[in-house]
């Protein structure tokens, strides 16, 4: 087929165009009715667009990765990808899933406000890093760490300890693991679970007072953004999951995952693995 050179070139930046229009508008619900074939396809799509907004970047690649990041953390930068490789290794011995193989976009922000304008947000929201359509972003910790360019050393340090790759990377095989049919309490539980295992990092915990009134997790379901208590809709999900795993164990674990790959509804899906409706299982739940 012939196609004219500038014709083509439009044609990829409309597709782009209607691209970033669903990043602002948050994910497109109506293409995970269909699943399946729509959802890798918005994918792709969403890696188009982060192609495209960090073209200006330098690139790094390992086996499993491919690291996008500017010029101000060209120190830190080659420290990433051995630290990458060594986590997806410990994702999935903890979850007893393997990552398929390609190569996961990560991107190295230099500040809080370029990596929210990559999904256009409007700067209420904060964080250090997101999982997002098979995309890892993070922030530079000389953003978040109190230390300087020059130390890189203690910047690392910092990175090691605090920084959420562990997290992020485990809601990314959450996501490919169920092919994104998965509630945000659990995937919220199993980040926060398997970051601990391997850095050792934990959020601050809700108040005593915070605690003694957890969230309905049919909440958690639908908005888990918006409930007031942060903290304590993270803890809820992490409760949760530390349950389900040293109570039931990781093979009951990867069945629902595996029911959830194949599109089943979630609370069918738990009742087949565990043996138990989730609502009795929210109920004994001990916090
Ligand atoms: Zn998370």
């Known amino acids: 087929m012939f196609m004219r050179a500038d014709s083509l070139k439009l044609k990829i930046i409309n597709f782009v ?27 792709r799509g969403m890696w188009l667009v982060l192609n495209y907004q960090t073209k200006t970047y330098e690139t790094l690649t390992s086996t499993n990765f491919i690291l996008k990041y ?8 080659p420290l990433i990808l051995p630290l990458a490789e060594d986590y997806l290794f410990k994702v999935e011995k903890i979850l007893g899933i393997k990552q398929k193989k390609y190569r996961i976009p990560l991107v190295l922000y230099h500040d809080e406000e370029t990596l929210n ?14 999982y997002w359509a098979g995309t890892i972003r993070l922030v530079s910790p000389q953003a978040w760490s109190e230390h300087l360019v020059e130390n890189t050393s203690a910047l690392w340090a910092t990175f090691q300890r605090e ?13 490919e693991a169920t092919k994104g049919n998965y509630p945000r309490w659990l995937t919220e539980g199993l980040a926060q679970y398997v970051e601990e295992e391997i850095t050792g990092f934990i959020l601050s915990e809700p108040s005593v007072e915070s605690k003694a009134h957890p969230y309905p997790f049919a909440s958690l379901v639908s908005d888990f953004d918006r409930q007031p208590d942060q903290f304590l809709a993270y803890w809820q999900s992490l409760q949760a999951v530390r349950n389900l795993l040293e109570e039931y164990g990781r093979e009951r674990l990867t069945g629902l995952l595996a029911e959830l790959r194949q599109g089943k509804g979630f609370y069918q ?3 087949n693995n565990y043996g138990l409706n989730f609502a009795e299982f929210e109920q004994n739940l001990k916090y």
Do not use: C, M
């Open 17 to 43: 165009l209607i691209l970033a229009l669903f990043v602002n508008w948050g994910r497109p619900d109506f293409l995970f009715s269909g699943r399946g074939i729509a959802y890798k396809l918005w994918q």
């Open 117 to 130: 304008k990559s999904f256009g947000w409007s700067g209420d929201k904060s964080a250090v890093g997101v």
């Open 269 to 271: 899906a738990f009742a």
């Open 163 to 175: 920084g959420p790759l562990a997290h992020e990377l485990t809601h990314l095989f959450i996501d």
């Open 70 to 77: 500017t010029q101000a953390d060209q120190e830190l930068a």
